[in-house]
């Protein structure tokens, strides 16, 4: 964890620090390893000879379970959004060994009901499902070490504590996770990176009853833009001035849109004079490479 450094966040006296988790692994990196660890112990525990989840063409969850897969031991497959796509990180996915299927738009999105699993676990017996982007209980427990990941580091910043911790949500897990594990009197603030009509805030909720969970200490904002995965150049340049004034990469998926709508808080004088925030840096830069000059040049869909 390292102090950030940004003009706007100075000049309204706000203290800010990142957690980079990022720069963990160089596969297994960003929250996706918290999310994944308690698959990947149940997947041993049981003796699965592999694991099987969903994603799209682009996804950090994908990448990071095929990582684990090669590193571990165990066969991966993925089921993929939409049609055959010829990104980089499916191009790592299959250099990794995992074997791909392309679901169309039409099944994927039956992808949360009981029934989409059944074909799937019948053609590879024995494998242990893992929910998209690493979710469900098993994920949020993981990323509930996250707290005190930030706890033990407080110190070197000179910090007693911080009022709000700040991350980029998408299915809503890591934000679950934290909350598990967050003491009283702080605020988790998840910038959405995908429409509120996704679902993803009553995810979270049903996942923190099932967590039986009664402390409420989140608040969710608005900061998808033009949608999920979609950004314009007004968010391409915000982005590149923050990387040169912190020297931090940043992704305009999730992490730029988190920093947008800390920006916007700031700029509304909703943080006061004072006040210590930690942004949580979840990975995600693997997911922006182009194949060729063009694939990113304004608008992702």
């Known amino acids: 964890m390292q102090p950030l450094h940004l003009s706007w966040l100075e000049a309204a006296g706000v203290e800010a620090a990142i957690l980079r988790l990022e720069l963990l692994d160089p596969l297994l990196s960003g929250n996706k390893w918290f999310k994944l660890k308690g698959h990947l112990r149940v997947a041993e ?4 000879p592999g694991l099987i989840s969903v994603g799209g063409a682009h996804s950090n969850h994908l990448h990071a379970l095929a990582a684990a897969g090669q590193r571990f031991g165990f066969a991966t497959v993925g089921l993929l959004r939409g049609e055959l796509q010829d990104t980089v990180t499916v191009a790592d996915l299959q250099a ?38 690493g ?3 098993l994920g949020t427990e993981g990323c509930a070490a996250i707290v005190d990941m930030i706890d033990s580091q407080l110190a070197d910043l000179g910090w007693s ?19 598990l594990a967050m003491p009283a009197g702080r605020e988790l603030v998840g910038a959405l990176a995908v ?10 909720e049903a996942l923190l009853q099932t967590a039986r969970v009664e402390r409420r200490q989140y608040r969710l904002l608005e900061a998808c833009g033009a949608g999920f995965g979609r950004f314009d150049q007004a968010l391409l340049d915000f ?4 990387e040169v004034q912190s020297c931090v990469q940043f992704e305009p998926i999730y992490s730029s849109k988190m920093l947008l709508a800390l920006q916007q808080q700031v700029a509304g004088g909703y943080l006061a004079a004072g006040s210590r925030v930690v942004l949580l840096h979840g990975g995600g830069l693997q997911g922006y490479r182009p194949v060729g000059p063009d694939e990113f040049s304004s608008v992702r869909s």
């Open 135 to 137: 979710g469900g209980l």
């Open 239 to 242: 982005m590149q001035d923050c």
């Open 161 to 179: 504590d911080y009022q709000q911790l700040w991350l980029a949500v998408g299915s809503g897990t890591t934000l679950v996770g934290l909350q």
């Open 45 to 48: 525990a049981s003796g699965s």
């Open 195 to 204: 429409p509120a009509r996704y679902g993803v805030g009553e995810q979270i």
């Open 96 to 133: 990794m060994g995992m074997q791909l299927h392309w679901l169309g738009y039409g099944e994927y999105r039956q992808r949360h009901q009981a029934s989409f699993w059944l074909p799937w676990l019948q053609r590879y017996s024995g494998y242990h499902p893992v929910p998209e982007g």
